[in-house]
């Protein structure tokens, strides 16, 4: 029975440090060994189809949504236990954000900083009031933080913009974080 879903966001590429695809490993284990189940962008390559098998290998229910544009860039996993194809990337991340009880965003690029600022966004307005996770392996998040902490350094965001977010270091560490947060 699955109890919590949780929402990961990541690169369609495996970028170049291999402790990026060993921690999505270690992550797509550990949330199908918690039962919960895996929201992702449905892609089978990067770090997305690292996660993927990792949940799927571990027995985890996997949910994937992925626009019709991608299904061959991001070579769209068909065999997860449920796979949604819409017709934007809007509706893409509309989807998986309502699928999912809490958000993680491993090291990726632009999609991964979009999807990211959508939801810090809308927690911030009250549309939601799920964790978000970085999970900054080897400190690959740390420009981001500081970027976060300069907008609210500048005035141009309160400082409860930063208890939005909680940075972890490993999948071990984003798992204690994620039962804390959904307790």
Partial sequence: MISKSICVYCGSRPGQNPAYAKVADDLGRAIANEKWRLVYGA????????VARAAQGAGGDTFGV????????EVGKTDLTRFIVTETMHERKKVMLMNADAI??????????????????????????????????????APLTALLNHVVDQGFADSSLLDFVDTTTSASD??????????
């Fill in 104 to 141: 993680v965003v491993l090291p990726g690029g632009a999609g991964s900083l979009d999807e990211f600022f959508e939801v810090l966004t809308w927690r911030q307005l009250g549309l939601h009031g799920k964790p978000i996770v970085l999970l900054s392996v080897e400190n690959y998040w």
């Fill in 66 to 73: 992925i626009p019709t544009h991608l299904m061959d860039l």
């Fill in 174 to 183: 984003t798992i204690t974080a994620l039962r804390r947060a959904l307790s």
């Fill in 43 to 50: 892609g089978d390559v990067g770090l997305m189809g690292t």
